[in-house]
């Protein structure tokens, strides 16, 4: 496994052991290069009565990918924090009618100051794409509390 793989498997086991939702959406964290992260979870667990993905099954996809890709940077960095969501507004665009994948970067945040013991505030825009389609478009504040 390349460092990379193993890093998105340590995600993975955290989502799964922490947040059991995580685990019964089959969130699976997919690729990551540093900038870009995407993650995916297959529609069936998600499904709703329209035969669509659940809207709730929407939010909480994307709100780990933000969520992921915060906890990747720290780790990239070498600190430590209690990442939380603070602040969130999703727009549902287009109905999921088939897998999803939810993609977001990294808005250039400095990691130091959890190193010194001071809390971070990250913005990011998570997408979440299906078919080739914008479906969903979430905007996340989260905050890293330092231990």
């Known amino acids: 496994m390349t460092p990379e793989q193993i890093l998105l498997q340590e995600l993975a ?11 019964f959406m089959q969130i699976c964290p997919r690729r990551y290069d540093g900038i870009q992260f995407e993650v995916s979870a ?21 709100t780990l990918t933000g969520w ?11 600190v430590e924090g209690s990442i939380v969501l603070a602040d969130a507004a999703v727009r549902y665009l287009a109905p999921v009618r088939g897998a999803p994948l939810a993609k977001v970067s990294w808005s250039g945040d400095d990691m130091t100051p959890l190193a010194r013991g001071r809390r ?6 998570v997408e979440l794409w299906c078919e080739g389609e914008l479906c969903a478009s979430f905007e996340g504040r989260y905050v890293s509390l330092p231990h």
């Open 13 to 23: 086991d955290t989502w799964h052991s922490t947040i059991p939702l995580s685990a």
């Open 42 to 62: 297959p529609l069936e667990p998600n499904i709703n009565l329209h035969h669509t993905m659940f809207a709730g099954s929407i939010y909480t996809l994307m």
């Open 68 to 78: 992921g890709m915060l906890w990747l940077k720290q780790r990239e960095a070498g």
């Open 120 to 125: 971070i505030k990250v913005t990011l825009v």
